[in-house]
Nanobody, 128 residues
Framework: VQLQASGGGLVQPGGSLRLSCAAS????????IVWFRQPPGKEREGVAC????????FYADSVKGRFAVSRDDAKNTVYLQMNNLKPEDTARYYC??????????????????????WGKGTQVTVSS
């Protein structure tokens, strides 16, 4: 079971990036997927989460209206579209899930302790 986040990079304020979370060894469609980030020198925080069957999405207040999480089960991939990026969005971004079901609405507002499966992360730097 592996998750791999990709798509990070350097972008100017106001710019956009799309992160991908690809799974291998299991089918993502049966798992809610959470995006976390860890800014330099700060604790990890939840960013966005997408449920399985109904595809409901949940976001941290800091990214609502700017970020959008989606899933393409045929590609076994979850995406995080990030628009209107700000310097404070600079962080390493991770996708994660767990062996057992969990409520997105709770986990997106947590640091993700206890989740079993994590990708290695991808760096996003927002700077002019």
């Amino acid at each position: 079971v592996q998750l791999q986040a990709s798509g990070g990079g350097l972008v100017q304020p106001g710019g956009s990036l799309r992160l991908s979370c690809a799974a291998s060894g299991f089918s993502l469609e049966s798992y809610p997927i959470v995006w976390f980030r860890q800014p330099p020198g700060k604790e990890r925080e939840g960013v966005a989460c997408i449920e399985t069957s109904d595809g409901r999405t949940f976001y941290a207040d800091s990214v609502k209206g700017r970020f959008a999480v989606s899933r393409d089960d045929a590609k076994n991939t979850v995406y995080l579209q990030m628009n209107n990026l700000k310097p404070e969005d600079t962080a390493r971004y991770y996708c994660a899930t767990d062996e057992y079901p969990f409520p997105c609405v709770v986990v997106v507002n947590s640091a993700g302790a206890g989740l079993d499966y994590w990708g290695k992360g991808t760096q996003v730097t927002v700077s002019s």
